[in-house]
């Protein structure tokens, strides 16, 4: 695996815990949905919403590590990384499908 392509993703996902709506935009596939630990579907457009209510953020509020990327084809991705948070030092695992559209990552659900 490229570790530019590695650095890309990792770039991208920490692009998006900045939590700045453009980023969302431009990042999000049409078709993206994540469930959230309380088990609740959210898709693009509620994330937006969400975002309208709120100011972006300075710094990333996490603490990444244990990133590895797998590749399940030329043009979709698999990441998986473990954050912890600053302020409250809860632990969380992540997974997400980055999928190549038009030359541009977009976080996806295939």
Known sequence: MSKE???IILSLEKQLMHARS???EKLLAYDYIEYGSSGR???KSMQLTFLKSRSPLNHIPFIITDFNIRLLSSEIIH???CTESN???IKSL???IWKLNEGQWQF???
Do not use: C, V
């Open 22 to 24: 453009e980023d969302f």
């Open 94 to 96: 992540r997974s997400s």
């Open 108 to 110: 996806s659900m295939l």
């Open 87 to 89: 302020d409250t030092g």
């Open 41 to 43: 579907k959210y898709d």
């Open 79 to 81: 990441a998986t990384y």
């Open 5 to 7: 392509i590695e650095d």
